[in-house]
């Protein structure tokens, strides 16, 4: 037993060393440098101390913040250029920042799967959801999500949207004159819309799971760069793997809770009900033998929906306030569309797409601070990205904020907040280079609550508009920080004067 320990350990610390010499000389052949690998760390001391530096304080009131988030990718793409590779421990991962390779690597699933399954922490958050399956598996599950946003269902998610605003609102009443913090009150507001539209259940639920949603978050962040060493992480957990497994447990309680509260309605009054837990009940419902989705894999599914539509809506929310707080002009200019198509009335499914100014600004928004700031795929074998030969199994990652500030196509002010870039649409602005605004990629894997979380969006900042001007507050302190999503570290604190 020991023996065969020994001999595992020893055959795994050679392959961490000869492999990446290997993929270093490949990709070498090929014209791609990058950082040089070092024995079973890669270069992630590097990447570590840099993101150490450039966090220790927060920043000028920029939009300049592609150096502080990724300052590795940053320094590593002036040295290098667009394409390099770079060792996040003993695994290569190609970056990538051509518009046009980034398009053959999103519309290509088959040969680029995503990635999550390799990373444990990041597995505890998507479990066996849509978010970490491939293949039919992944099909299956894509249906019944496209389903539950489907613009007739988006329709019928309108009214709870505006109740939760409402609800929000009548808070914001104490805040009048006062300063207030809308990060915190959009993570509350979303937690809510998310808890109604999706899941039929009340606010308590959602804020319980996202509250343990967010420690999970904290731990997969502060792991991402973090290497241990095989043999020892194979006899021992550490203090993040042992708090990791118990959140991951108190979720899955949480959630089943839920759960069983429907399926008593299910069995008693045979009633999915036209919610996203409705629809995986249904599905579950209707499919037989061996791909009857189990109750774990609608935990799984439930809980990806919390994490993912949560945290990214509530960023991208605050930002935009930021922006408006900022830019009086653009947030006199949304309130003067929003009273003209919609006037003091409540917003309506049809007025949304009408909101052309607002559009805009949540465009430009998303430019500047996506709140998902990169992804990732994985080659298999025999992978061709342009006139490469990828080795299989490497990861190709893609920092969207570099492509969202590129001067070649955003000009030589990528970095100031103008909404007119956006007046001739997506296909204007970007020049025809779709692939260079991408807050919710493309390609068959895109988001499939976007069209959800822009109607979110339109309706909170149209009721917004409708009754208050806002100014930033003195005390706003300009720190982006990652932690899953990009978000304010301190909160976006303006002062509120009612209208
Ligand atoms: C501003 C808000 C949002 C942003 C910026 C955003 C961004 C993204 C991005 C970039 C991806 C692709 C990730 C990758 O493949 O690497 C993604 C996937 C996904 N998003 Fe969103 N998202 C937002 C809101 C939502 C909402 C509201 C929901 C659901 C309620 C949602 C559910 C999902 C799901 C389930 C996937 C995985 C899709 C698949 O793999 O087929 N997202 N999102």
Partial sequence: MVEKMIEQTVWRHLQVWWTPMQIERIMGKQGIRGPTYKFLFGNTKEISKKKAN????????????FPRIMPHIYSWINTYGNIFLFWNGSRAELVVTQPELVKELFNNNHTYPRTVADDKYFRKLTGDSIVACEGEKWVKRRKVANQAFHSENLKNMTPAMIESVKMMLERWR???????????????????????????????????????????????????YNIRLPSISDLFKNGDEIESDKIEKEIREVILQIIKKREKVVVDEQIFGSDFLGLLWKARHDSSGGNIMSVDQIIDECKIFYGAGQGSTAALLSWTILLLAIHFDWQANARDEVLKVIGQQQPNSDDLPRLRTMNMIIHESLRLYPPVPSSERKAKKGARLGKLILPANIKVFVPILALHRDPKIWGE???????????????????????????????????????????????????????????????????????????PEHGVQVLLHAL
């Fill in 413 to 487: 002010d990528a970095h100031l907040f103008k909404p007119e870039r956006f007046t001739e649409g997506i296909v204007g602005a970007t020049k025809n280079n779709l692939a260079a605004f991408l807050p919710f990629i493309m390609g068959p894997r895109t988001c499939v609550g976007m069209n959800f979380a822009i109607n979110e969006t339109k309706i909170a900042l149209s009721m917004i508009l409708q009754r208050y001007a806002f100014t930033l507050s003195p005390n706003y302190i300009h720190s982006p920080i990652l932690t899953m999503n990009l978000r």
């Fill in 54 to 65: 450039s966090l220790c304080s927060p920043m000028d009131l920029s939009h300049d913040i």
């Fill in 174 to 224: 104490n805040h009048e004159g006062r300063e207030l913090d809308v990060y915190e009150e959009f993570r509350q507001l979303t937690a809510e819309v998310i808890s109604r539209t999706v899941f039929g259940s009340s606010y308590e639920v959602g804020e319980q799971v996202l509250q343990m949603l967010t420690k999970l978050a904290i731990i997969v962040t502060r792991n991402a």
